[in-house]
C-alpha cells in the first residue's frame, strides 16, 4: 500500500487507465526511437489498409505507457505531430539519461536536481514532442 513512509509501494493502485495519445508523420520510425532510445516496450501495432499506422500501444516498463499512430489530417482524433509533451516516472533516472546521451538524442534539458526536489531531464523525439524523466509519482492521493 502507498504510505507517507513507502510512497512507491504500488501494489495496491489500480492499473494505469490514462493513455496519452499522439500522431506521428512516421509512426513507425517513432515507435522505433521510443522502444530503442527510451525503452517503451512494442505492445500493438495495427495497420491500415494502406500500411499507415493505425493504432499502436507501447508500454512503459515501470507502468503505464502511451499510444499513438499515423498522422490523419480532418481525422476525428488529429492531432499536429510533435506538439505533445509528457513526464514519464523512473526509478533509474540516471542509468536511462546515460543510455539516451549515448544515443545521441537531442537532450533539451540535461539531468539535473531541481529546487523543487526532483531529479530529471528532458529529451525531445524526432518529431518534436517533449519527454521528461524523474521519479516523481505526483502527490498522495486523498482516500
Not at 491500415?48 to 500501444?57: F, P, R, S, T
Not at 539516451?100 to 529546487?115: E, H, K, S
Request: one cysteine or more.
Amino acid at each position: 500500500m502507498t504510505t507517507a513512509e513507502n510512497p512507491t509501494d504500488t501494489r495496491t493502485l489500480p492499473a494505469p487507465t490514462v493513455w496519452p495519445g499522439l500522431q506521428a508523420h512516421d509512426a513507425r520510425a517513432l515507435i522505433d526511437w521510443l522502444v530503442n532510445t527510451l525503452g517503451f516496450e512494442e505492445t500493438a501495432v495495427y495497420e491500415d489498409e494502406n500500411g499507415k499506422i493505425a493504432h499502436a500501444q507501447l508500454d512503459w516498463p515501470e507502468g503505464g505507457g502511451i499510444m499513438l499512430g499515423d498522422h490523419k489530417p480532418g481525422g476525428q482524433w488529429c492531432r499536429e505531430p510533435g506538439t505533445s509533451g509528457a513526464y514519464v516516472v523512473t526509478d533509474h533516472v540516471d542509468d536511462l539519461y546515460e543510455r539516451v546521451v549515448a544515443t545521441g538524442a537531442n537532450i533539451v534539458r540535461p539531468l539535473a536536481d531541481q529546487d523543487y526536489g526532483n531529479r530529471e531531464f528532458a529529451v525531445a523525439d524526432p518529431e518534436g514532442n517533449l519527454w521528461s524523466f524523474g521519479p516523481y509519482r505526483g502527490e498522495p492521493r486523498k482516500r
